[in-house]
C-alpha cells in the first residue's frame, strides 16, 4: 500500500522555520522525484519545491527561492522540506507529491502550517 505522511506541521511566528518530512512507503522511492505543494485556502494548489530522484536536481519558483530547501533521504525514503523566514502568507496546508517519468503519481495527506503572531 502506499503511503506519503506528511509531519513536521504547526504553528510558528513570522521570521521563524520549520521542517517539514514525508515519510514514503509503499512503493521504489528512489525512483521518483518529489514535490512539495501548498494549498492555502480558496486558492489553487501551488508547486513549493521539486527535487529529482537522486537528489542532485531541485527546483524552486522564483517566490521561494532563498527561503525554502528540499533534500531527500533515499536511505530513509524520507523527503524534506526546510522552511526559513516564514511569512503569514506561507500559511497552508503542505503536501507531498512523488511522480516517476512515467507518470505515476502518488499525494500525501497533508501538514498544516500557520504563520502568525
Known amino acids: 500500500q502506499v503511503q506519503l505522511v506528511e509531519s513536521g506541521g504547526g504553528l510558528v511566528q513570522p521570521g521563524g522555520s520549520l521542517r517539514l518530512s514525508c515519510a514514503a512507503s509503499?512503493?521504489?522511492?528512489?525512483?521518483?522525484?518529489m514535490s512539495w505543494y501548498r494549498q492555502a485556502p480558496g486558492k489553487e494548489r501551488e508547486l513549493v519545491a521539486r527535487?529529482?530522484?537522486?537528489?542532485?536536481?531541485?527546483n524552486y519558483p522564483d517566490s521561494m527561492k532563498g527561503r525554502f530547501t528540499a533534500s531527500r533521504d533515499n536511505a530513509k525514503n524520507t523527503v524534506y522540506l526546510q522552511m526559513d523566514n516564514l511569512k503569514p502568507e506561507d500559511t497552508a496546508v503542505y503536501l507531498c507529491?512523488?511522480?516517476?517519468?512515467?507518470?505515476?503519481?502518488?499525494w500525501g495527506q497533508g501538514t498544516q502550517v500557520t504563520v502568525s503572531s
Open positions: 507529491h512523488a511522480q516517476n517519468t512515467w507518470g505515476t503519481r502518488y
Open positions: 509503499g512503493f521504489i522511492f528512489s525512483s521518483y522525484a
Open positions: 527535487i529529482g530522484s537522486a537528489g542532485g536536481f531541485t
